[in-house]
């Protein structure tokens, strides 16, 4: 069984015990949480389509934390002027695993 959902304004191809990292949810580790934003879903060959989205399906999932991704460097400058901006951004996500999808 296979379903895409909509998380946080992305859209995710999640199957049932997957983990995925999506953007900063504001839940709590240990949380249990209902995604109800299904786009598609496939079970045994049937495919489902939402227009836009899929009536009465949802997709469970569990909260294994929050994290912080990889630290990416911008480098600004100006040639000739002196001008020179380094900044630094780390993307906070939150790990789920997907644990049911019922559709």
């Given at each position: ?59 469970k999932a569990t909260v294994n934390g929050h994290e912080r991704g990889e ?33």
């Amino acid at each position: 069984m296979h379903a895409v959902v909509e998380i946080a304004g992305t859209q995710f191809a999640v199957s049932p015990k997957q983990t995925l990292k999506v953007p900063l949810l504001a839940k709590n580790a240990g949380d249990s949480i209902e995604f109800n934003n299904i786009l598609l879903a496939s079970d045994n060959g049937k495919i489902s389509l939402g227009a836009p989205f899929l009536s009465g399906s949802v997709v469970k999932a569990t909260v294994n934390g929050h994290e912080r991704g990889e630290k990416v460097l911008v480098f600004k400058k100006k040639r000739r002027k002196g001008y020179q901006k380094l900044n630094g951004h780390r993307q906070q996500y939150t790990s789920i695993t997907i644990t049911d999808i019922t559709i």
